[in-house]
């Protein structure tokens, strides 16, 4: 590819991460310093805008452009970003220590359900919050306000079959206008109050918890309003790439999103009256109606984000063995990240309109906004931290300084949130509590199931010797075995001999491996163990960003000496029936039964690893945990 190739891809990225990416960020000034500078009691006075603004901004620099955008995107598995990806780098680092293992993987898993919790509501309240902008054009349309915002996100989850590529090169143009259009009108309203910029010194932040204590602490809940959308900018780091997201954001989205939050801050400086609506008070009135349709459009192009986000961290735990096995289309041929997973689509939609109808309005929701947004980004500190230690070799003085930096910021965040709790924060800590159950209830339900097959399973290497001694009736063909055991005879294997009374000519036992790296190197992929008697060990490995193509994987088996007709070759699955029995030791009944319920609905592993119907034999065995 040319240098000028290069270019024109990495620009036509980038304007798909302004898309996509930075929706959500993007339409933070919507609500923020509305929302900031009204709750508890708080007045827009000279004082409080300089150290909200202040506040605002230095978020902005270290948390968005130094944290993440920075240090965090480093942190890429092989390209992929998100939670999941970071939790098993930060796995890998650490090796051989199980406990430590134990508890990265319930502080990611936990990780991962929150950003749920913000898949939930970031497209409620931006869609709600633009539409209420009708209100300050025509306060007697107030009422159509719900209605007409849960048509449009109803319209935007049925956008997503048609992929992330489609929508970013829909959305891409449509947000680099509204970063224009919201960048001057912050500077028309700074050229008529240029002392605001005065806030971008930190000392008046610090003035302002020096002067207003418990509210200014309060205020963080709202300031944090300003960030939602950061943890996007990793988890659709495989959409896109880290180049094009740090192009896009240095160079167009942080310039026009400080030159919105410190205009709408001269505008509360001449006018404090106009907190009630401070963006849409910037408009002048000829073009408000163009702008509302302008934000409206917006806000829905801000949900995308965590949408994108939230199918690619579910693909990530269903590989590492966090979630059920889902449907999963590739909704692009030129990056493999830009993925449509139909029944989380449907489950965000669902959750969705149930907060839009709950709460009715962006007010009542910011409530309940930031207790997903920043329990996620602690989580994702600690989880770099331990990257940096263990992968990337930092010192310990280094490590201490850095970690102590922003956690501090990230657990502040997380406590002024915390207030919010009685107010509503409870709805996305309800559902990411869910989520994480039955995340951890699926882990621990398979590791059962695994455990009573091994338990249960003879010996291979004994079978295979009887086999030679006493040879069974042999037809022609290859027979491959899914087991999760190389090691004892698969429960297929064992009811095709005792029912049919035959074996076939080469028998192949199959375990798939999942790494914790998002693809697999092309020497770790296929491990071929000779057995004896034609029987042979295939040990096939997956990165967790990347499809099981079992057959596209046996076709490069010639390769390394064991050749595959497809045509001739027999698939055998053993299909688990799932019994919860309060006899067992392990889970609580109720989970054990949530297991079986989940197992009855996921997505069949033969579907999953693409194995034709047509060269399947599938055999029931019946497993208690």
Request: with cysteine.
């Amino acid at each position: 590819m040319s240098e000028v190739d290069t270019k024109k891809r990495l620009a036509v990225l980038a304007l798909g991460a302004v898309g996509v990416v930075y929706g959500d960020i993007g339409t933070s000034p919507l609500y923020t310093l509305q929302t900031t500078l009204s709750h508890d009691g708080m007045q827009p006075t000279p004082e409080s805008i300089y150290g909200v603004l202040s506040l605002i901004f230095w978020a902005q620099i270290i948390v968005v452009s130094l944290k993440y955008v920075l240090f965090i995107m480093r942190a890429d598995n092989k390209g992929e970003g998100g939670i999941m990806a970071l939790m098993a780098l930060a796995l890998r680092g650490v090796g051989g220590q199980p406990k430590l293992r134990w508890l990265l993987a319930i502080i990611g898993i936990f990780g991962a359900s929150l950003f749920y919790g913000d898949g939930v509501i970031t497209p409620a309240i931006s869609v709600l919050s633009a539409v209420e902008g009708v209100k300050v054009a025509a306060p007697g349309l107030e009422h159509w306000i719900v209605p007409v915002t849960a048509v449009i996100l109803f319209f935007l989850f049925a956008l997503q079959r048609h992929g992330t590529d489609r929508v970013g090169k829909l959305f891409g143009p449509v947000m680099v206008i509204w970063f224009i259009t919201i960048s001057l009108l912050g500077a028309r309203m700074i050229l008529n109050e240029p002392h605001v910029l005065y806030a971008i010194n930190p000392y008046y932040g610090w003035r302002f918890f020096l002067t207003h204590g418990t509210q200014a602490f309060v205020a963080l809940g709202g300031v944090v309003l300003a960030l939602t959308g950061a943890e996007a900018l990793y988890a659709d780091m495989g959409h896109f790439g880290k180049r094009p997201i740090r192009l896009a954001w240095f160079n167009f989205v942080l310039p026009a999103l400080i030159l919105n939050y410190f205009g709408q801050g001269a505008l509360l400086l001449q006018h404090p009256e106009a907190i009630d609506n401070p963006f849409f008070k910037t408009v002048p009135s000829i073009l408000l109606y163009p702008m509302i349709a302008l934000a409206t459009v917006a806000t829905v192009i801000a949900s995308q984000a965590v949408i994108s986000g939230a199918f690619s961290m579910t693909r990530e735990a269903m590989s590492l063995g966090y979630s059920m096995r889902m449907p999963v289309v590739h909704t692009s041929r030129e990056m493999s990240g830009q993925i449509f997973v139909p029944w989380i689509n449907a489950f965000l939609l669902v959750m969705v309109l149930l907060a839009v109808f709950g709460f009715r309005s962006s007010e009542n929701l910011s409530a309940a906004y930031g207790i997903a947004v920043t329990g996620t980004m602690t989580i994702t500190t600690v989880l770099a931290l331990f990257v940096a230690r263990h992968q990337w070799g930092w010192r310990v003085p280094i490590l201490l300084v850095v970690g102590a930096t922003l956690l501090i910021i990230d657990v502040s965040f997380f406590a002024a949130n915390l207030i919010k709790v009685e107010y509503g924060g409870w709805f996305p800590l309800v559902l990411g509590l869910c989520v994480f159950v039955v995340m951890t209830t699926w882990r621990r339900g398979r590791e059962l199931v695994v455990r009573e097959i091994k338990q249960g399973g003879l010996a291979l290497s004994p079978f295979i010797e009887n086999i030679t001694e006493h040879p069974p009736l042999r037809v022609p063909g290859t027979a491959v075995f899914l087991t999760a055991n190389q090691n004892a005879v698969p429960h297929a294997l064992l009811h095709n001999l005792k029912h049919n009374k035959v074996l076939h000519e080469r028998n192949v036992m199959l375990t798939v491996e999942v790494l914790e790296a998002p693809f697999a190197d092309r020497e770790e992929r296929i491990h071929v163990s000779p057995l004896g008697s034609d029987f042979y060990g295939l040990a096939v490995r997956f990165g967790f960003a990347e499809d099981p193509n079992i057959p596209l994987v046996l076709s490069k088996c010639a390769k390394i000496g064991l050749p595959f007709d497809l045509m001739d070759t027999t698939f055998f699955l053993s299909r688990e029936n799932i019994v919860a029995d309060k006899r067992r030791p392990g889970m609580a009944l109720w989970r054990d039964r949530l297991f079986a319920f989940l197992s009855r609905n996921a997505l069949p592993a033969t579907a999953f690893f693409q194995i034709p119907g047509n060269r399947l034999i599938e055999l029931g065995t019946q497993v208690e945990i």
